[in-house]
């Protein structure tokens, strides 16, 4: 059993293994009613941990021992102790031989950590702590061990049966049994040990690498997938030759294995040599699959696979440093997929989810910073602090070095590390040492949780033609840090002159050559910049290209705005000005008479985008899009949800109606022609005729309703069918909604992955997804509260993004997530645990939803016996 006693764990308390595996041998015998797991282990003491006479102990949880053996004896029960959740062993030498066997129950394994089931498949999740579920071990990180495993199992039911490294021995048993034995030559964490067993097909595909080796690619799924599995293998095949042309980074193994898998806790899983995804993350054809989910697809396999250096060779010395390898790799994910698209577009996307997202985790009770001093359940830590923050913390050092010297650091950070289990400060040292850069101050980053707020102000001096900037910074206390030391922030910046062009950054009045764009380095509470030879006040562009993950506060004026949208020479500016300028119509709407009048020129700014053809499509696609509720709430103290909905739908309802002709001509140019492609200019043309269609139907057009029935009913791809059943869904066009909606699921019911989007399409909709339509969907014959991606579809997308309805007066969305949190936390606590997200910030709401929100979470921390999981966030959470 787990244990139930809530215990913190610190950072300072780190001790290196006192004992070391060199070599783990495992053998599963899988039945339908269990699992026999034989494990033998070389052990020795570490030489480099002081305790010479340290016992033995080794992890475990959910595991019935049946024997243990040292050096090939038998120990008697007086020799071990098996308290759970480790298992110890007194008296050993300084070298030994141990064999452990444990029974284990995977189809009862609800939680998804371990060895479990998933439809009629074997599969494993071990990432951070699931090998202790399977056998006793030092389940930690900075233990590496070479792994190899023999797989038994019954022939008909599972022909396929997979695990790291590569296939040494098959052959067959008695009763229709067979074995196929696996060997990994590279030590690896436990964390990274994986093991499939199904009746899977096998796609297979090959790679050859910068050196001219062939490498077998295989992917297996299930038969009914077996046409899902090509963009999944052509992202592959993209992702290793751009971390061979970028990084220098060449796969080591002579096969790589992709397998799906229905229930799964989280996207994917980098296991060495078999990576483990979620059905949802890496299986598409066009009619079943969107846009989003085929750019989803090609970035998470290039994350998983860029892991393999950034995580799997170079690894973690324990899970405080879990951003070295996922804020790295997401790093890595990045710049990849702005490579195989458009640059601006990805950052505007990834600056859109940390402003939204990560900025509330730091500001809320669970802020921690990047390298966190302290958890109670490892699991929870899994965040958009370590992954998306993490990914900017990199970035920085990335513009801070320029590309050379930071790909002259990544290459010193590989070969120096290789093989071996590191902390994020051996990651900035390599790029220290490679660089010749100080990074001391900058390490801050990796200690000091919290947004840094920047400050500035500016000052022209007609007479000097000098143009000033003032910025300070400020870091907000979080819990448990207070009086905050300033940060290193590289703040890029550009001035625009009054005809919009890029002017000569003059910091020195006697410089000549001066460039147009400077990152400016922040490092002290405040600085005053001056810029030379300004002929007359210019219009700053601050923060390029999101070059810091930082609030800036600077008292913009809409003129500026209306100026940086069409000028600025930076693409992610130009965006940015666009969706200040509506956050700040939004927000002065918020609480009006519903005559006030709406800011004339915004429906001018939106309608330049609509109509000029000159401008790059793909801004335009984004710069359409009104900031989110959800954004719009993060950047409230006291949050009114009514009201800042309402303020928004109106904004949204005005733009449509006012736009009308135009949004019906940007419909039809858009329109699609030929089979569906994947590709960046074609999605592109998608989501302009999609969003177009959006607005229409949000203002009931009844020449966008026949557009939307005649599209809903024709489309050749998912992406179009989709979007026209979300905006029927979203208009009050009540018949079509719920025919479109009952033909939807008729048509797709035999596909989860469609039937999610089925859910979440409803439980998103603030008009068809009102608590008692979302009620109804949990007893729906597709539901399935075994399965994390219909519980997300459902109750995650619900209280995530149907704020409207989420945030009802009477606090029944409260009380209706916390009821299945409570439902979900014996079965599932990983999942239960990420579900309480959307209350935990409720200190930042208006009084009228407070008081609901946090009686929400009282009665979460109620409930007897509840897990470390949703114990840590709820406590924190209602914390003074
Ligand atoms: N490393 C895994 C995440 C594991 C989560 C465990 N609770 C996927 C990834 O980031 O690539
Ligand atoms: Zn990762």
Known sequence: MRTQEHRTIYLNEYRVPMFLVDHVDLRFELFEEGARVHSTMKIRRNPDSEDREARLELDGDSLTLETISLNGQTLASGDYEDKGDKLIVREVSDEFSLTIVTWIEPQN???????????????????????????????????MARFSTRIEADKALYPILLSNGNDVE??????????????????????????????????????????????????????????????????????????????????????????????????????KGLNIFNSSCVLASSDTATDAAYQRIEAIVAHEYFHNWSGNRVTCRDWFQLSLKEGFTVFRDSQFSSDMGSATVKRIEDATLLRTAQFAEDAGPMAHPVRPASYMEITNFYTLTIYEKGCEVVGMIHTLLGPELFRKGSDLYFERHDGQAVTTDDFVKAMEDASGRDLTQFRLWYEQAGTPVISVEDEYDAERKVYRLNIRQHIPDTPGQRNKKPQHIPFAVGLLNERGEDQPLKLDASENEAPTERVLELTEAEHTFEFHDIEARPVPSLLRNFSAPVRVRYAWTREQLMFQMNYDSDGFNRWDAGQRLAIDVIQSLVHQPSETPIEPRLVAAYGHLLTDSSLDQAMVAKMLQLPSEAYLLELNDAADVQGICEARTRVLNHLALNLREELVACYHRNGDSGPYQPTPEAMTRRTLRNSALGWLLQINDEEGRVLALKQFREAGNMTDQSAALRALVNSDFEDDRARALADFYQQWQHDPQVVEQWFSVQASSPKAGGLDAVKALLEHKAFDWKNPNKIRAVVGVFAGQNLINFHARDASGYNFLARHIVRLDDSNPQIAARLVAPLTRWRQYAETYRHGMKAALESVRDKASLSPDVYEVVHKSLAD
Request: charged content about 35%; aromatic content about 12%.
């Open 170 to 271: 098959r052959g067959e048993l008695d009763d229709g049994r067979h074995f196929v034995t696996w060997e990994d030559p590279f030590p690896k964490p436990s964390y990274l040990f994986a093991l499939v067993a199904g009746d899977l097909v096998e796609k297979k595909d090959r790679f050859t690498t910068m050196s001219a080796r062939e490498i077998d690619l295989r992917m297996y799924v299930e038969p009914r997938n077996s046409e899902k599995c090509e963009h999944a293998l052509d992202s592959l095949k993209r992702a290793m030759r751009w971390d061979e042309e970028v990084y220098g980074r060449e796969y080591d193994l002579d096969i790589f294995m992709i397998v799906a898998v229905d229930d799964f806790n989280m996207g994917a899983m980098e296991n």
């Open 109 to 143: 394994n609800t939680r998804l950590e371990g060895l479990y089931k998933s439809s009629g498949m074997f599969c494993t999740q071990c990432e951070a702590q699931g090998f202790r579920c399977i056998t006793f071990f030092p389940d930690r990180p900075d233990v």
